[in-house]
């Protein structure tokens, strides 16, 4: 039995769609948004839709930014001969708030996972290959210490080894399991000094 009308229950299901809400959440945040002056809820639209309408991959590393390349790969101030592997943005993010790292980033967009279907050709593993072309010096991988992020890890490290580039893994600090975006600087700092050779 239905105890809203079709309008919130469409409103709810599609909240509960979103990552880590549940049926009690999107109730929650659709009766939030019902209740907000309708302003607020055409610039809470509005901006949805430009941030989907607008948002790319950046043309060197494949995070997400409103322009063709990001602030960190134009950022002439930033060392391009060490490349951080990271698994997604959120990443990148947490490694910048650090403030320690003056190297540039490469975005995988994911790790390697069998079990999800999910092959080296589903990751930007590609795009990182035809990067090291160029003069670089070090990859310093920092996927997650998941089995998944530690299988991406040796993935690239077997890919690397051959071309001469030096590949180091960020050291541990960093829990095993843990997601980095959740990780304080400190932690993060720490496990960027102490990476080690792979």
Request: hydrophobic share 35%; glycine share 6%; aromatic share 6%.
């Amino acid at each position: 039995m239905n105890y809203y009308s079709e309008s919130i229950n469409n409103l709810i299901e599609e909240l509960a769609q979103l990552p880590s809400i549940g049926s009690k959440s999107a109730q929650r945040l659709a009766f939030h948004i019902l209740n907000l002056p309708e302003e607020r809820v055409e610039r809470l639209s509005d901006v949805i839709l430009k941030a989907r309408k607008n948002v790319r991959y950046c043309r060197e590393c494949f995070t997400m930014t409103d322009s063709e390349v990001c602030s960190i790969c134009s950022n002439p101030k930033r060392d391009k001969k060490t490349i951080m592997v990271v698994e997604d943005t959120r990443d990148l993010a947490a490694y910048e708030k650090t403030g320690q790292y003056e190297g540039v980033y490469h975005v995988l967009h994911g790790a390697i996972n069998p079990s999800l279907g999910i092959t080296p050709s589903d990751i930007k593993l590609k795009e990182l290959l035809k990067r090291l072309q160029g003069d670089v010096d070090e990859v310093i991988i920092a996927t997650n210490s998941s089995l998944e992020g530690e299988a991406t890890a040796m993935y690239i490290s077997k890919l690397l080894k051959p071309a001469g580039i030096r590949v180091t893994r960020i050291a541990s600090g960093v829990p095993v399991g843990g997601d980095l975006e959740y990780i304080d600087e400190v932690t993060l700092y720490r496990a960027l000094q102490g990476r080690t050779e792979l």
